[in-house]
């Protein structure tokens, strides 16, 4: 079972370079979004997705940029990394609706991500 | 807008002892469904237990149970018997039944089990 997957979970970037953090889920749920983790500071939501061709803000969305063409992938962009943006992100999807759906998260395993 | 609050940076409990990690949360929502994850060192979110905000009995899942008191706004999480890979951070964390679906995590409470 694959449930979410992430790539890559390490990533060294400059400052300025631009990079895809890729996460695609193969269990078809409707949501999927992408927090980053900082210590002390818990799980923030950057961008979140409710189906294809729907995305919207969450949090902390400054510098981050997101597409969802197809129910399966929902890559994230980092335009033009900054230091401020060294974090562990994690892609997480769930089901919107239907049965005894609890609406638990499924993550990713985290990429880590350091820009010097 | 919603809040979670885990007032409790950090916890220390003996091997085999039971702990009780702190969590209250804020919302106007009137169904909402709360989650408590384990995040270990490896580093992956592992999914714990869910308590609906309008379930009679308060959730359990196998050592971890649910102490969800609605009055308080307080969903504390009770692991039983402790063992040493109960080591981790764990996060509560609470959705709304409708709208937006977005959940809302708290900064997390690190625990340490010791033998």
């Known amino acids: 079972n694959a449930g979410v997957t992430q790539t890559p979970k390490f990533q060294v970037l400059k400052t300025g370079q631009s990079m895809t953090l890729q996460c695609a889920q193969d269990m078809n749920h409707e949501y999927m979004s992408w927090y980053r983790q900082d210590p002390g500071m818990g799980l923030r939501l950057i961008h979140y997705s409710v189906g294809a061709g729907i995305t919207d803000q969450g949090e902390v969305p400054n510098g981050y940029n997101v597409s969802r063409s197809t129910t399966e992938d929902f890559p994230l962009r980092l335009l033009s990394a900054a230091p401020s943006q060294t974090s562990v992100y994690f892609c997480a999807s769930r089901r919107l609706a239907g049965g005894r759906n609890t609406g638990e998260l499924f993550f990713g395993e985290g990429s880590r991500l350091t820009v010097l | 807008a919603q809040k979670i609050t885990q007032t409790q940076p950090g916890m220390f409990v003996q091997e085999k002892e039971a702990v009780t990690l702190d969590c209250t949360y804020d919302?106007?929502?009137?169904?909402?469904?709360l989650f408590w994850y384990k995040q270990p060192s490896s580093g992956e979110m592992i999914f714990l237990i869910y308590?609906?905000?309008?379930?009679?009995q308060n959730a359990t899942e196998g050592r971890y149970s649910l102490n969800f008191q609605k009055a308080r706004k307080s969903a504390n999480l009770v692991i039983s018997a402790s063992q040493l890979g109960d080591s981790a951070m764990y996060f509560c964390?609470?959705?709304?039944?409708?709208?937006?679906?977005?959940?809302?995590f708290g900064r997390g409470t690190s625990l340490i089990v010791h033998p």
């Open positions: 308590q609906g905000s309008y379930d009679q």
């Open positions: 964390a609470m959705r709304p039944a409708g709208g937006s679906y977005i959940p809302t």
């Open positions: 919302t106007s929502d009137p169904s909402y469904g």
